[in-house]
């Protein structure tokens, strides 16, 4: 598992990227959420990576099917979003960005 | 000669090779569909089970994964996408299948996949791999053999990218064939295709449609393997229905005609109707037929049967879809057949439906389940006619399941007795079910009217396989039984009940008077025979009279001529002529005289 944490305390938004080795596409959609968050979230977030491979009882949590898929748990509701997050406006769109910025 | 011999050698070895050859299979363990499919599903494949809603698929794969768990030491994975595992634990317990104990033993794991559409957003590429992942690790957690897939197809309900969903639902498959897992996968009927999706024609090995009709109020479900790649399978449709064990697929065996026949007779408990049938009775094993009309006797028929079954000690199963036991006892007690007796002792069992209660198929399953559990030599159906309010408009369904009850019988060696009402209008000879040329005996009972009357007659229609009598004879139902008595065929028709007396009485009479008229006869020529003697007798007198008379005047002439001549020789010594002259001279004298 590798976790980055960005702040000590619980952040406000807690963010778990679902991925299943290092393909490409997950590391494409890590480096666009990475992207997204510093430029949104700065110092308000908190990102878990969590290979399916290495942890495949954790898909059944989350109900992950689709690879990536990030999982945003805090705040309140739980929101998905598939996909390599290569469309930012529609990242923005899932994580309820939209409105607060 | 040698390209013959060669030709041979190349068969044997195709055949030698033949075993090898065919596909291996899975045993689903559910009743029936292992026959149809001679041997199951198709081992280590994706098999599509498909139909409208609530026709049994989930049940299918559940019942598919817990028996290979239970009886045949294969593990199995659950992945609903529908169903949470509490509910589907809860529906599968109504079937006998105890999924959370299962679960404990690691024989099954049941992972729920939901998707709900409103929680997620997509964007960008995205495969699923977590899908399989999560698959694939259940697979591995315990060795599972077997997997269910309960509608893959609900995940077009929660992804937007149709064209990501198909192909990895093509990769999901052949990758389920590559980890060489049995799996069972179901879909939703859809408009023109098989599934909402089309899904079938990723999974092309094996695909079987269930189905559920209503008619008439009954709802039947049927089965149909549609494809099965590499295998030969029943093509037909068959009912299936689903029980307290779960699913049965009928019939169990309708796949061949070589059942074993017997030569053994069995006597029909009528002593007249065994002298119709060669003297002999039926066939064991035959399926009889007796059709009538309303109150021709034919349940009593059958009691005879099942009585004269019983006294021989075999075990008796009455089908009644129209008397209760208590009904059927008491009436036939009143032809003086006591059954009652035969069911304290356990040979016969009386088995009283309604024909509506369910449909078609759970009878045949009920039918099955009686003829396993009770082992009977002889089963009688009364009367089969009124199965059709069963089977709705659709007789052939009924011909069909009689097809199979009368396969199911010749299987196992037992002697099917079935009525049949026919109504008034028909033509006796058309049953309405079309089954005449599925029996081997069939019977026919019916009612003539005449002279006020109405009496009932018996023939022998047709009887395989033995060489019966063609008679007309009249039946008779008397306080001991029913007993056949030779009815009267003459120019005016045949005559039955009092007319058939009548002429039984007229003939008598005649007879009397033949008999009178000859005595007559034979004494009046006695008499004349003695007349005659007693007139030869006084001819004889006559006669002897006569001949006394001419004896009597014959002296009388010897007599007088010797008187006569005495007194000439007294003349003529008198006149002392000479002896010398005088002695030829008279006998000149005699001849000029």
């Known amino acids: ?101 | 000669m040698a390209y013959f011999s060669k030709m041979h050698t190349k068969q044997k070895r195709i055949s030698s090779q033949q075993p090898e050859r065919t596909l291996p299979k899975c045993p689903t363990g559910i009743t029936g569909f292992d026959e149809i499919t001679l041997g199951g599903l198709p081992r280590g494949r994706p098999s599509l089970i498909c139909g409208g809603a609530g026709c049994g698929k989930t049940l299918f794969g559940i019942e598919f994964l817990a028996r290979g768990a239970q009886d045949f030491g294969e593990p199995g994975v659950c992945i609903s996408f529908e169903e949470t595992s509490d509910d589907l634990a809860q529906n599968a317990i109504s079937l006998g299948f105890d999924l959370k104990a299962l679960e404990r033993a690691n024989k099954l794991v049941v992972d729920y996949i939901h998707i709900d559409k409103s929680e997620i957003a997509e964007t960008g590429e995205y495969d699923l791999e977590g899908l399989f992942i999560r698959i694939g690790s259940a697979i591995d957690s315990i060795g599972a053999k077997r997997v269910l897939l309960d509608t893959p197809e609900a995940l077009f309900g929660g992804l937007n990218d149709e064209g990501v969903l198909r192909s990895e639902l093509r990769r999901l498959f052949r990758w389920l064939k590559d980890k060489g897992v049995t799996a069972v996968i179901t879909g939703e009927k859809g408009e023109g295709t098989l599934t909402r999706h089309g899904i079938e024609e990723y999974v092309s090995d094996c695909v079987v449609l269930l189905d559920h009709r209503l008619q008439s109020g009954v709802v039947t479900r049927r089965m149909r393997v549609l494809k099965y790649r590499g295998s030969m399978h029943g093509t037909n449709e068959y009912p299936f229905l689903i029980g307290q064990k779960g699913i049965s697929v009928l019939p169990v065996t309708s796949l061949g005609l070589n059942h074993k026949i017997s030569d053994e007779r069995i006597s029909s408990g009528i002593s007249g109707l065994d002298e119709m049938l060669e003297g002999r009775g039926f066939y064991r094993g035959s399926s009889i037929l007796v059709s009538g009309t309303a109150g021709t006797g034919k349940t009593s028929m059958a009691a005879h049967l099942v009585d004269a079954t019983c006294a021989r000690g075999e075990a008796c199963l009455y089908f009644s879809f129209e008397e209760s036991p208590d009904q059927i006892l008491r009436n036939m007690r009143s032809i003086g057949i006591d059954l009652a007796r035969w069911i304290k002792k356990g040979l016969l069992h009386i088995h009283s439906t309604r024909p509506t209660t369910h449909g078609l198929e759970l009878h045949l399953v009920d039918m099955h389940n009686l003829l396993e559990s009770h082992k009977p030599k002889v089963v009688v159906v009364d009367p089969l006619s009124s199965l059709m309010s069963g089977a709705g408009e659709n007789t052939s369904d009924l011909t069909n399941m009689v097809l199979r009850v009368i396969d199911r019988l010749k299987q196992l060696g037992t002697t099917g007795f079935f009525t049949s009402l026919t109504s008034g209008g028909h033509a006796a000879e058309a049953t309405e079910l079309n089954i005449s040329s599925l029996v081997d005996t069939w019977l026919l009972l019916r009612d003539l009217e005449s002279d006020g009357e109405r009496n009932r007659v018996l023939y022998v229609l047709k009887s395989r396989g033995m060489a019966h009598s063609n008679q007309l004879r009249e039946f008779l139902m008397t306080k001991n039984g029913v007993e056949l008595r030779e009815a009267y065929l003459g120019p005016a028709g045949v005559l039955t009940g009092s007319a058939r007396l009548a002429q039984e009485l007229r003939e008598r009479d005649d007879e009397s008077r033949v008999k009178r008229e000859s005595e007559d006869r034979r004494l009046a020529l006695g008499r004349k025979l003695r007349a005659a003697e007693a007139q030869i007798l006084a001819l004889e007198a006559e006669k002897e009279a006569a001949e006394l008379e001419l004896k009597t005047a014959e002296i009388e002439n010897a007599r007088r001529r010797d008187s006569a001549l005495a007194q000439r020789a007294e003349m003529a010594r008198s006149r002392k002529v000479n002896s010398s002259s005088k002695a030829p001279r008279p006998k000149t004298q005699e001849a000029g005289a």
């Open chain 1, 1 to 101: 598992m590798a976790a980055k944490r960005e702040t000590s305390t619980i952040p406000e938004y807690d963010l778990r990227l679902y991925v299943a080795g290092q393909t490409p596409r997950s590391v494409q959609a890590f480096a666009n959420l990475t992207k997204i968050c510093e430029e949104h979230l700065a110092g308000r977030y908190r990102i878990q990576v969590i290979d399916l491979l290495e942890h495949p009882q954790l898909a059944k949590g989350d109900q992950i099917l689709a690879i990536p898929t990030l999982v945003r748990t805090l705040p309140e509701p739980i929101r998905k979003i598939i996909g390599d997050l290569s469309n930012k406006e529609r990242v923005l769109v899932g994580l309820d960005l939209r409105v607060t910025v």
